[in-house]
């Protein structure tokens, strides 16, 4: 169906450490249409982190194919597939992962400089963006000096400035109280319902899991449960 977005096949990942090994995957299908507000749950070690590397291409499964676009990621070059995920996925990570020399502003203007945004142009989206995810004023700060909150706000931004059509994000609110963490689910969804973009994030947060539309579980590498809610919990 030309409306999904991402669309996986029979993944299977297995992790080799010495003699040991691990299957992290054990065949997993796994479609996302555009728009959606997905959550990947499961307890640690189910498999969350790894489908979410192989979606993105990340990290190549053992076997599996995975579409972005209707295109086979395993198809493109190693050069191809950089570029995609520059234009198309916006990642947000636990730990923020914000360059911590470079200021609010130069974090999130970052990809567009390696897109060839003009800088006018840079600062525009930038002053935009931090209005939408509440952050006006901060833009000279370094990451060191805002809470945890905030330095994710600036991983949204980021995320969202260089106009990807899908946000991946791992965990994103596992650092942050639960307070903070319902803020940021809000700021997520709103982008996802204003803006149109595709979200897929993995959560241990039981309130998080209660928002999404559609919560899909991991136990032991595979799915074990996909549930599409008519009406999830509204932020707040
Ligand atoms: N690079 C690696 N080398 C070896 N084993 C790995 C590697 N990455 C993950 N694993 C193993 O694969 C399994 C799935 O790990 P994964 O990180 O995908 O789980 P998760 O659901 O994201 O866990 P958590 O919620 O704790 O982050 C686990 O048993 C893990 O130990």
Known sequence: ????????????K???????????LNGVDFQVRQKEFTAVAGPSGSGKTTLLNLISGLDTPTSGTVQLNQKEISS???????????????????SYNLIPVLTVTENIEYIMLLQGIKKNERHRRVKKILSEVGLEGTGN?????????????V???????????????????ANLDSKTGRELLQIMQTLNQKLGITFVFST?????????????????????????????????
């Not at 169906?1 to 299977?12: E, H, R, Y």
């Not at 991983?155 to 609110?173: C, F, G, K, M, Q």
């Not at 919560?215 to 074990?224: C, F, K, M, S």
């Open 76 to 94: 493109m070059s190693g050069a191809e597939l950089g570029d995609f995920r520059r234009d198309h996925i916006g990642f947000i990570f636990q």
């Open 1 to 12: 169906m030309s409306n999904i977005i991402i669309n996986a096949q029979s993944l299977k």
């Open 14 to 24: 297995t992790y080799k450490t010495g003699m040991v090994e691990v299957n992290a």
């Open 141 to 153: 700060r370094k990451p060191i000096e805002l809470s945890g909150g905030q330095q994710q706000r």
């Open 155 to 173: 991983a949204i931004a980021r995320a969202i400035v260089s106009r990807p059509n899908i946000i991946l994000a791992d965990e994103p609110t």
């Open 204 to 236: 241990h947060d039981h309130m998080i899991m209660s928002h999404a539309r559609r919560l899909v579980w991991i136990h032991d590498g595979q799915i074990e449960k996909d549930e599409v809610r008519e009406q999830p919990c509204q932020g707040g």
